[in-house]
């Protein structure tokens, strides 16, 4: 069981642990079955010291789980994928497993799991700092974006403003060999990163769409764990020895920081509440683009 300390570090709540779907959301129709929409649908305060030296046990990699649950539940996607639900498997390979997010914090919210059994137990901010992994790790991230950024297109493209010149070139396409307007570039909606204090044990990487608007998005740290310094991007990577997200010291501190709206840049303090209206109609501008 996680101590109290743990838990003000952890990007997901103890109930979220316990791997249960969540309540079905009640938003966004989806007129095509994949395995996006199947499962959207289915089921100290203080900041941190960047002088701090101590040590960060985290950063030393625990032994392999022999049971998936809890903290380990990633890992039950890992050995054997093509014997899960199609719904619960966007693709995977020899290296990587990527899934749709149980507890989604945005739109459309992806993980891409890394396989190797060494190097999953890893921390992600050491992991990530070999060159040759990251490397890997960025090819099949990038495979994912476009995924996600695809299922944004078919959800919201028909009600973009910058995909209006290609909505009306596919209209009057007499065939399907016309080249189409690029429209509205969906990747750049697209955010991808690792949590500085990961509560899962499994390395994985976040590809999620930047919205910030899900059902499951109901504590302040899921809020600021994807818009604060502990969310680190992918292209931030390999980080220095003294980058400050390695130490302990502080991550609570962005996760327990004041509310800023991702899009305009509103401070909300500690009105949650608040914060959370003020999403919703900036989901339905950023939607409208």
């Known amino acids: 069981m996680a101590t109290p300390e743990e838990t003000a ?17 009640e938003h966004i129709e989806a007129p ?39 903290r380990n539940g990633l890992g039950a996607y890992l050995a054997n994928p093509s014997s899960r639900p199609d719904r619960e498997i966007l693709f995977f390979d020899s290296s990587f497993v990527a899934i749709p997010d149980l507890y ?3 739109t ?20 990530l700092n070999d060159e040759a992994l990251l490397a890997e790790v960025k090819k099949g991230a990038e495979r994912l974006k476009k995924l996600v950024a695809s299922e944004l297109r078919r959800r919201f493209g028909s009600v973009s403003a910058q995909e ?25 909606e697209v955010i991808v990163g690792v949590h500085a204090g990961p509560s899962m ?8 769409s930047r919205d910030m608007h899900a059902e499951c998005l109901r504590h302040r740290k899921h809020y600021n764990s994807f818009t604060t310094p502990f969310f680190v991007g992918l292209d931030e990577f390999p980080l220095g020895e003294e980058e400050v997200r390695r130490k302990l010291e502080g991550r609570a501190g ?15 303090g500690a009105r949650f509440k608040q914060l959370k209206e003020h999403l919703e109609e900036e989901y339905k501008d950023w939607v409208k683009e």
């Open 32 to 70: 095509k079955r994949n395995a996006f929409t199947t499962l959207m649908t289915a089921h100290k305060k203080s900041m941190p010291n960047p002088h701090s030296t101590t040590t960060n046990p985290e950063l030393i990699p625990p032994k392999p789980p022999t049971k998936f649950s809890g």
């Open 254 to 268: 962005w996760l327990q920081s004041g509310f800023i709206c991702w899009r305009c840049g509103e401070n909300f």
């Open 164 to 188: 209006k010149v290609r909505r009306e070139a596919m209209d009057t396409a007499e065939s399907g060999d016309v080249e189409l307007p690029r429209g509205r570039d969906w990747e750049k």
């Open 9 to 25: 570090k952890d990007a997901i709540t103890a109930e979220e642990m316990k791997g249960e779907a969540p309540r079905e959301p």
């Open 108 to 127: 459309v919210h992806a993980l891409l799991l890394v396989r190797d059994l060494e190097k999953s137990m890893k921390h992600p901010l050491v992991a």
């Open 201 to 208: 044990t499994h390395l994985h990487v976040h590809v999620l």
């Open 104 to 106: 989604p914090k945005a």
